[in-house]
């Protein structure tokens, strides 16, 4: 089980909930004091202007995606501003010998309206075929046949299948997991309850074992990435290392 976390959750959240630490050097050594496999970094609206992904050299570091969060707008289906704030991602995930991009298609980037999606498509196939490098992986609270229509845009699209929303979209996992078992490429690990609140995982309405059986029915290789409640303040390296032990002794009955 390759087990990473999402950037930001190693540190206290002084400087937003999930946002890139300027201590950025320091989750990455506390990442392999927990042994765990990779960071999924975040670049945010907060962040983009200063994010270091733009100037640094990350390459040696274990960095599994860039996660487009800055793109979780109104606008996403703007042109300008669509382009503005991918390309230069696209381009520092090149530079950085990073392999895949994720786009959340959440809250006020959801595209479940068709006129929207359609909208959409036509921008991000234009983006995957310049970028065609890149593997961009959705993150999306839609329907299957929905998020079918992004999937089937190129062979360099694929699911990041975030655990927790799709418990409260009401979305039966195990279907999902059958129906895209050949384009997930990242699992969000999260518990949420019916009505979308974040928990501590096992406390929600997550159906774990159902996932990790399904997953290891379709012999999923892909990353497992931890975006978990955050516990105490301060506590962050004692709260993640209790997760990714519970998730670990969950993944190892199921297998």
């Known amino acids: 089980m390759r087990m990473g976390i999402i950037q930001g959750r190693l540190s206290r959240p002084d400087e937003g909930f999930q946002e890139c630490p300027k201590d950025w050097r320091r989750e990455f050594e506390i990442l392999s004091f927990l042994s765990m496999n990779h960071i999924e970094w975040i670049v945010t609206k907060d962040?983009?202007?200063?994010?270091?992904?733009?100037?640094?050299?990350?390459?040696?570091y274990p960095?599994?995606?860039?996660?487009?969060?800055?793109?979780?707008?109104?606008?996403?289906?703007?042109r300008s501003y669509f382009f503005d704030n991918m390309t230069p991602i696209c381009l520092s995930a090149i530079k950085n010998n990073i392999k895949n991009v994720t786009i959340p298609l959440l809250e006020d980037s959801d595209v479940s309206d068709d006129s929207v999606r359609k909208q959409f498509c036509i921008l991000v196939?234009?983006?995957?075929?310049?970028?065609?490098?890149?593997n961009f992986s959705i993150e999306a609270e839609l329907d299957p046949a929905k998020l079918e229509?992004?999937?089937?845009?190129g062979e360099n699209f694929s699911v990041t299948y975030d655990t927790g929303n799709i418990t409260s979209c009401g979305i039966d996992h195990k279907k999902y997991i059958r129906r895209f078992k050949h384009k997930i490429n990242n699992v969000h690990l999260k518990d949420r309850t019916f009505d979308a609140q974040t928990v501590t995982p096992t406390t929600g309405d997550t159906d774990f074992k159902?996932?990790?059986k399904n997953l290891n029915k379709i012999n999923y290789a892909g990353v497992f990435t931890l975006q978990t409640a955050r516990g105490?303040?301060?506590?962050?390296l004692e709260t993640i290392a209790k997760h990714k032990e519970l998730f670990q002794e969950m993944y190892n009955e199921c297998a």
């Open 47 to 60: 962040s983009f202007d200063t994010n270091p992904i733009f100037s640094e050299n990350v390459c040696k």
């Open 63 to 78: 960095v599994q995606s860039i996660c487009a969060d800055n793109i979780v707008d109104e606008r996403i289906i703007e």
């Open 125 to 134: 196939k234009e983006l995957s075929t310049k970028f065609d490098s890149i």
């Open 149 to 153: 229509d992004i999937l089937s845009l």
């Open 210 to 212: 159902t996932i990790f």
């Open 232 to 236: 105490q303040s301060g506590l962050e």
